[in-house]
């Protein structure tokens, strides 16, 4: 398999350790990485807006359904709306910033459908209104309208000194403590663990070593995830083929396509909630521009928005 596409040389470690500290990324799960929390945003882009109708759907305590929707209507991602006045209920919906997270969405519903559980109830088939197809989301260039795959990307590293001081204060053991595989809405064990993992791994850090110095963490806690992702499918374990004594963890396909997920959370992270560039700065090898996401119709190439799209499409809609 071949290694990281992005950076072929060894990488600077310290300089990939504040990169990953002061991503958009990173801060952006802080804020969003929770379980339940994206299980909630997911369930409101597929039409759920009562509270009893996401606590059926999602099995989750209602004390911690109650605390999600606090901090997403705080965040101004979702808005109350009064349903019934006796007793007085409240609905929740979408805000026109909660509305542009749905790239991200997308792209979930992408690797969902190649490599998840499908335990996150999307639906099967996405109808674009705008040409009247079934379609697949493909993440293409802003700039000039390619197709972009990880391959693509030639990236490059930055530091945020004002979000490494934040992830100073917070502590980077602390924002990575150790929980639980949760699934963010995706199936197998893709979690905000694995997403960082992922992300050190595309910027050329191959071994365990590397991954314990810019991830900041505990070699137990690695290993135990390490060896998570490997059974999972999401990492590849091989002997180093200058020291079989070391093992070299490479991207799988599945781990591969998480890339238009973590590039689109950024994006957004860095836009609509931190205000901040990010650390982790992609250029477009094809046309030469910073690389800005787009979420588009397999069939007619165009950007699809939240309400140019149908969840269950007529059964006469073509194919994609």
């Not at 039409?47 to 901090?71: C, E, H, M, Y």
């Not at 639906?123 to 674009?128: A, N, R």
């Not at 699934?183 to 993992?197: C, F, K, N, P, Q």
Request: proline letters at 7%; hydrophobic letters at 40%; a positive charge.
């Amino acid at each position: 398999m071949a290694p990281s596409p992005a950076l072929s040389y060894a990488p600077d470690l310290d300089l990939t350790r504040d990169a990953l500290a002061s991503s958009t990324l990173n801060h952006g799960l802080m804020v969003l990485g929770e379980r339940w929390t994206m299980a909630v945003m997911m369930g409101a882009f597929t039409g759920v807006n009562r509270f009893d109708d996401w606590q059926t759907r999602l099995g989750i305590p209602r004390p911690t359904l109650a605390n999600r929707l606090k901090t997403l209507v705080a965040l101004g991602l979702m808005r109350q709306r009064v349903y019934q006045e006796r007793p007085r209920r409240m609905a929740y919906h979408l805000t026109a910033a909660g509305m542009k997270l749905y790239p991200h969405v997308l792209m979930v519903w992408l690797w969902e459908r190649r490599w998840g559980s499908r335990r996150s109830q999307l639906p099967d088939t996405l109808f674009h209104k705008t040409c009247g197809h079934r379609f697949v989301p493909t993440l293409t260039c802003a700039a000039c309208g390619d197709k972009v795959g990880i391959n693509d990307l030639q990236l490059t590293l930055k530091p945020n000194a004002r979000l490494l001081a934040q992830s100073a204060r917070a502590g980077r053991a602390a924002r990575l403590a150790s929980q639980g595989a949760a699934s963010m809405g995706l199936g197998l064990r893709v979690d905000r663990w694995s997403l960082m993992i992922v992300t050190a791994v595309v910027l050329g850090c191959h071994y365990f070593d590397q991954l314990v110095h810019v991830l900041g963490i505990a070699s137990s806690v690695l290993a135990r995830r390490l060896s998570g992702m490997v059974e999972a499918g999401l990492l590849l374990a091989q002997p180093d083929t200058h020291d079989a004594r070391r093992t070299v963890y490479r991207l799988t396909p599945a781990s591969r396509d998480l890339f238009g997920y973590l590039v689109c959370f950024s994006t957004w992270a860095a836009r609509e909630y931190l205000h901040q560039p990010s650390s982790i700065r992609p250029v477009h090898k094809t046309c030469g521009q910073p690389f800005t996401p787009q979420v588009a119709c397999s069939h007619c190439g165009e950007a699809v928005k939240p309400w140019d799209v149908a969840m269950a499409p007529p059964a006469s809609a073509p194919q994609p």
